[in-house]
């Protein structure tokens, strides 16, 4: 029993990360109608940039992790307003290359600045565990869910209580409208994509001590991500975070007790879940059907 | 004195549709007016020009300077668009959809400017915490005027009010925005299709066809005239 | 006017049958090595073109279909004797079934869903094809270099009286099977089927309006393009003599759509810019720096630039060209 908790705890710390990759697809998505295939990508970059400030200037790690989260804010604003933006008008093909075209890009830079090295990253929580409940957890899956949670609170935040989230949620959900009223609704938009960035530096970040870094650190992840934002609904944050933790916890358990899928078969099992759900019932556990104009 | 708003040969297209061909009206501080016309006539395309949600070349004028720009600028020049359709955010709760009106405005005034609202239309607290989706369409109708008032606009743009709305509802809204012009001074350029209803509210009207304006004058000299009365009174 | 629509495609063809059979005359072996990948890449395009192209769905999981072939083709030759030959039809019907069945709940995802369901499928493949050993090899794969069943590897062979080493004999084979399958493929998309498959890109509800059965003809160009793929993936199996799951990783798919893309969807001009580019972008990217990376710094740069000077591609630049010229021609003779 005890190691089953232990397996739904560690669950929980490996969903967490998926879901604040899969909180920033949806933000994405919802504001611009875009899937960001390159947003793994943006949060390797990220956590390099996090890894090279500790590692290579002496930086603490939380300094480090508070900069890196405003840069990739930055960052992702600044990719939505010059390179997304012009392409919104064309085709949904158009728009996939773009993206594909960035992921392309940002995976060699990272390639070419850092090179291909696989490295070792220290954790920020101290190693060890503590016992909850006579079940011995890792400080570090502890930490993880705390952070993730402590982020997308400030974020649910954000969006329900300030003058901003609303502007951005009616931008994303009626931009004609919001310009009536006012709202700068491209600039809104960019403030989503700068916020997604960031929340995949988080997830990045995180992920990093136990997946090792190396250019393609969160390919893996993005698929994970994606998963949880389906199973979810794509257009829904909370059911991206539900999706996230669902799919960590599920996976892991499958992994653990199913002899056949072992540790290699994880991937597909989670591109299993995006097919089925795309299948039965395509808006995900939180979405709302899309009424499509004819 | 001159007019708040004045609209000299607009032009306007959709694409390679051309949808105004020169539009000129004027409408002064404190007044009621009325785009009156067919569908296709151009009505919505004109405060979609006045609005900046279309491209249009030729001059408009707000409070004597010239009006630029897209929604958003016109927004916070003074102007409230309650659009086609309503344009209320369904998703939201009618307490944000007002909060939104505001955008333009400090967020310290806003919740005084709730309850100034409220006055006109009272049942909006009741439904605060509701999505605006669930409403009736003449309550998202009114609340779409709500939100509107909630920038303080020196002119309110509205575009076909009556749409898909029963016969009682309509005359509701319209006494509200009589009342408002009496009371508050509101200036109003509704764009209507029930004409009959609007120059009875209105003081002026102008009358469109594809896309020009084929008639102007008072509310009393358009419902004597014989074409107006055949085309749009129905007697 | 008729006459005139058909004379030029068909005189362009003619001379381009000319061209390929002269080249390898004058180009080193390892040129023809790199042309003949140029063919196997162009296959798989005209493929994914009937598919986005004709039908508009998007596909980043083509270099799946590709493996499907591969190891297809890898496994009837080492394990069963088959001629490599024989193999490629084989390929290309395997492959094209496995697609026509993913056509079928595909029906059910449009634009970036499909894009991301078929993203998935490319992602997991190589995990799927080490898992079943016993079957694929699993991680060490499937050697085919100096087996008896692969044409040339050991001696070069005799065509019409003249003796060819394998990469000539490779160059051949794969652009015979280019020009056979474009022409396949052209007659396919010509008259009714083509306007069919066209009407749906164009608008799905108007095309099923007017009785064009979506779902036959959806399912179909997924089956037709995956044998396309299929067949590619056999070629590449043979020119590299060796697959394993590392052979058709995620990056091919990808640049298979980017290869569809930059060659601009439709014209046979288009199509073979696109299987240049793949081909030979890597190794023009090295150019500019022979850092780690830095190649892929400059195709995803280029691919941006491109979305934004020519959105639709070669085939787009081709096709203002043409109109420009017809223009001018106009111009000048009233």
């Given at each position: 029993?005890?190691?089953?908790?232990?397996?739904?705890v560690?669950?929980l710390?490996?969903?967490?990360?998926?879901?604040?990759?899969?909180?920033?697809?949806?933000?994405i998505?919802?504001?611009t109608g875009?899937i960001?295939?390159?947003?793994?990508?943006m949060?390797?970059l990220?956590t390099?940039?996090a890894?090279?400030?500790t590692?290579n200037?002496?930086?603490?790690?939380?300094?480090?992790?508070?900069?890196?989260?405003?840069?990739?804010?930055l960052g992702?604003?600044?990719?939505?307003?010059?390179?997304?933006?012009?392409?919104?008008?064309?085709?949904?093909?158009?728009?996939?290359i773009?993206?594909?075209g960035?992921?392309?890009l940002?995976?060699?830079?990272?390639?070419?600045?850092?090179?291909?090295e696989?490295?070792?990253?220290d954790?920020?929580?101290?190693?060890?565990?503590?016992?909850?409940?006579?079940?011995?957890?890792?400080?570090?899956?502890?930490?993880?869910i705390?952070?993730?949670?402590?982020?997308?609170?400030?974020?649910?935040g954000?969006?329900?209580?300030?003058?901003?989230?609303?502007?951005?949620?009616?931008?994303?959900?009626?931009?004609?409208?919001?310009?009536?009223?006012?709202?700068?609704?491209?600039w809104m938009?960019?403030?989503?994509?700068?916020?997604?960035?960031?929340?995949?530096?988080?997830?990045?970040?995180?992920?990093?001590?136990?997946?090792f870094?190396?250019?393609?650190?969160?390919?893996?992840?993005?698929?994970?991500?994606?998963?949880?934002a389906?199973?979810g609904?794509?257009?829904s944050?909370?059911?991206?975070?539900?999706?996230?933790?669902?799919?960590?916890?599920?996976?892991?358990?499958?992994?653990?007790y199913?002899?056949f899928?072992?540790?290699?078969?994880?991937?597909?099992?989670?591109?299993?879940?995006?097919?089925?759900?795309?299948?039965v019932?395509?808006?995900?556990?939180?979405?709302?059907?899309?009424?499509?104009?004819? | 004195?001159s007019?708040l708003?004045v609209?000299?040969a607009?032009?306007?297209?959709y694409g390679?549709?051309?949808?105004?061909?020169?539009?000129?009206l004027d409408?002064?501080?404190?007044?009621?007016?009325?785009?009156?016309?067919a569908n296709?006539?151009?009505k919505?395309?004109?405060?979609?020009?006045?609005?900046g949600?279309?491209?249009?070349?030729?001059r408009?004028e707000f409070?004597?300077?010239?009006?630029?720009g897209?929604?958003?600028?016109?927004?916070?020049?003074?102007?409230?668009?309650v659009?086609?359709?309503?344009?209320?955010?369904?998703?939201l709760?009618?307490?944000?959809n007002?909060?939104l009106?505001?955008?333009?405005?400090?967020?310290r005034?806003?919740?005084?400017?709730?309850?100034?609202?409220?006055?006109?239309?009272?049942?909006?607290?009741?439904?605060?915490?509701?999505?605006?989706?669930?409403?009736?369409g003449?309550?998202?109708?009114?609340?779409a005027?709500?939100?509107a008032?909630?920038?303080?606009?020196?002119?309110?743009?509205l575009?076909?009010?009556?749409?898909?709305?029963a016969?009682?509802?309509?005359?509701?809204?319209?006494r509200?925005?009589?009342?408002?012009?009496?009371?508050?001074?509101?200036?109003?350029?509704?764009?209507?299709?029930?004409?009959?209803?609007?120059?009875?509210t209105?003081?002026r009207?102008?009358?469109?066809?594809v896309?020009?304006?084929?008639?102007a004058?008072t509310?009393g000299?358009?419902?004597?005239?014989e074409?107006?009365?055949?085309?749009y009174?129905?007697? | 006017?008729?006459?005139?629509?058909?004379?030029?495609?068909v005189?362009?063809?003619?001379?381009?049958?000319?061209?390929?059979?002269?080249?390898p005359?004058?180009v080193?072996?390892?040129?023809?090595?790199?042309?003949?990948?140029?063919?196997?890449?162009?296959?798989?395009?005209?493929?994914?073109?009937?598919?986005?192209?004709?039908t508009?769905?998007?596909s980043?999981g083509?270099?799946a279909?590709?493996?499907?072939?591969?190891y297809?083709?890898a496994?009837l030759?080492?394990d069963?004797?088959?001629?490599?030959i024989?193999?490629?039809?084989?390929?290309?019907?395997?492959?094209?079934t496995?697609?026509?069945?993913?056509?079928?709940?595909?029906l059910?995802?449009?634009?970036?869903?499909?894009?991301?369901?078929?993203?998935a499928?490319?992602?997991?493949?190589?995990a799927?094809?080490?898992?079943?050993?016993?079957?694929?090899?699993?991680?060490?794969?499937?050697?085919?270099?100096?087996?008896?069943e692969?044409?040339a590897?050991?001696?070069?062979?005799?065509?019409?009286?003249?003796?060819?080493?394998?990469?000539?004999w490779?160059y051949?084979?794969?652009?015979?099977?280019?020009?056979?399958g474009?022409?396949?493929?052209?007659?396919?998309?010509?008259g009714r089927?083509?306007?069919?498959l066209?009407?749906v890109?164009d608008?799905?509800t108007?095309?099923?309006?007017?009785?064009?059965?979506?779902a036959?003809?959806?399912?179909l160009?997924?089956?037709?393009?995956a044998a396309?793929?299929?067949?590619?993936?056999?070629?590449?199996?043979i020119?590299?003599?060796?697959v394993?799951?590392?052979?058709?990783?995620?990056a091919?798919?990808?640049?298979?759509?980017?290869?569809?893309v930059?060659?601009?969807?439709?014209?046979?001009v288009?199509?073979?810019?696109?299987?240049?580019?793949?081909?030979?972008l890597?190794?023009?990217?090295?150019?500019?720096?022979?850092?780690?990376?830095?190649?892929?710094?400059?195709?995803?740069?280029?691919?941006?630039?491109?979305?934004?000077?020519?959105?639709?591609?070669?085939?787009?630049?081709?096709?203002?060209l043409?109109?420009?010229?017809?223009?001018?021609y106009?111009?000048?003779?009233?």
């Open positions: 029993m005890a190691d089953f908790l232990q397996q739904v560690a669950g710390a490996s969903g967490s990360i998926y879901a604040s990759l899969a909180l920033a697809l949806v933000l998505h919802r504001a875009v960001n295939f390159a947003q793994g990508e949060a390797t990220s390099y940039i890894w090279t400030l590692a200037h002496g930086w603490g790690y939380w300094p480090a992790f508070a900069f890196t989260l405003a840069v990739s804010f992702g604003a600044a990719v939505h307003q010059t390179i997304i933006r012009p392409n919104e008008k064309g085709s949904v093909l158009r728009v996939v773009v993206t594909i960035l992921l392309i940002i995976n060699g830079l990272v390639t070419w600045i850092w090179g291909g696989v490295r070792a990253v954790s920020p929580f101290p190693a060890g565990t503590t016992e909850i409940a006579g079940v011995a957890i890792t400080t570090a899956d502890i930490g993880t705390a952070v993730v949670l402590a982020t997308v609170a400030l974020l649910w954000l969006f329900q209580y300030t003058k901003l989230g609303l502007a951005m949620r009616a931008a994303a959900v009626n931009p004609a409208e919001a310009r009536l009223v006012g709202v700068r609704v491209t938009l960019s403030l989503g994509w700068g916020l997604a960035a960031a929340l995949g530096a988080v997830a990045g970040m995180l992920a990093a001590p136990s997946v870094l190396d250019p393609n650190l969160m390919a893996a992840l993005l698929i994970y991500a994606f998963a949880a389906v199973l609904g794509i257009d944050p909370i059911g991206a975070v539900v999706g996230g933790l669902t799919l960590g916890v599920g996976l892991n358990l499958i992994g653990t199913v002899d899928v072992g540790a290699d078969l994880r991937l597909p099992v989670a591109l299993l879940v995006i097919l089925v759900v795309l299948l019932k395509p808006t995900g556990i939180f979405g709302k059907a899309e009424v499509r104009r004819v | 004195m007019p708003l609209l000299d607009v032009e306007a297209r390679p549709v051309q949808a105004l061909h020169g539009i000129t409408v002064a501080e404190g007044e009621v007016v009325a785009v009156l016309g296709g006539a151009g919505t395309t004109t405060l979609r020009a006045i609005s949600t279309v491209r249009r070349s030729g408009v409070a004597g300077k010239s009006l630029r897209g929604p958003e600028a016109v927004a916070r020049a003074g102007i409230a668009h659009p086609e359709g309503r344009g209320t955010f369904t998703e709760t009618v307490h944000e007002l909060r009106g505001a955008y333009t405005r400090r967020e005034s806003v919740r005084s400017d709730v309850d100034r609202v409220a006055q006109w239309f009272p049942w909006l607290h009741e439904r605060a915490g509701q999505p605006a989706g669930t409403l009736s003449g309550e998202q109708q009114m609340l005027v709500a939100r008032l909630m920038a303080r606009p020196k002119l309110l743009l575009d076909e009010p009556s749409l898909g709305l016969p009682m509802i309509v005359r509701e809204i319209f509200i925005v009589r009342e408002l012009n009496e009371r508050e001074g509101l200036t109003v350029l509704v764009v209507e299709q029930d004409a009959r209803i609007a120059l009875r209105a003081a009207a102008y009358v469109l066809e896309g020009r304006v084929a008639l004058g509310s000299e358009l419902q004597e005239n074409s107006v009365r055949r085309s009174l129905g007697y | 006017m008729r006459l005139g629509r058909t004379l030029v495609p005189v362009s063809f003619v001379v381009l049958a000319a061209v390929v059979a002269v080249v005359s004058f080193s072996e390892f040129r023809a090595q790199e042309l003949a990948y140029v063919a196997i890449y162009l296959i798989a395009i005209i493929g994914l073109n009937v598919l986005t192209g004709y508009g769905q998007i980043l083509h270099g279909f590709m493996a499907v072939g591969g297809t083709t496994i030759m080492a069963h004797g088959v001629k490599d024989w193999t490629i039809p084989l390929a290309g019907l395997v492959a094209g496995a697609g026509f069945l993913f056509g079928i709940p595909a059910r995802l449009s634009g970036l869903y499909l894009a991301l369901a078929t993203f499928i490319a992602v997991s493949m190589p799927v094809l080490k898992r079943f050993e016993g079957f694929t090899g699993g991680g060490t794969g499937i050697n085919l270099f100096g087996i008896p692969l044409t590897s050991l001696t070069p062979v005799e065509i019409l009286g003249r003796e060819v080493a394998f990469n000539d490779l051949y084979l794969s652009w015979s099977i280019a020009l056979v474009y022409v396949v493929a052209w007659l396919l998309l010509r089927s083509g306007r069919a066209r009407a890109r608008s799905e108007a095309a099923q309006s007017s009785g064009v059965s979506l036959r003809y959806k399912t160009a997924f089956g037709v393009s396309y793929a299929g067949v590619a993936g056999s070629l590449f199996a020119a590299t003599t060796y394993n799951p590392d052979t058709f990783p995620i091919l798919s990808i640049l298979l759509l980017v290869g569809v930059v060659g601009g969807l439709g014209s046979l288009g199509l073979i810019a696109g299987a240049v580019f793949i081909q030979f890597p190794t023009w990217s090295q150019e500019v720096s022979k850092s780690p990376g830095a190649p892929s710094v400059v195709s995803g740069a280029l691919l941006i630039a491109l979305m934004f000077v020519l959105p639709m591609g070669v085939a787009g630049l081709v096709e203002r043409r109109l420009l010229t017809r223009r001018i106009h111009r000048s003779g009233s």
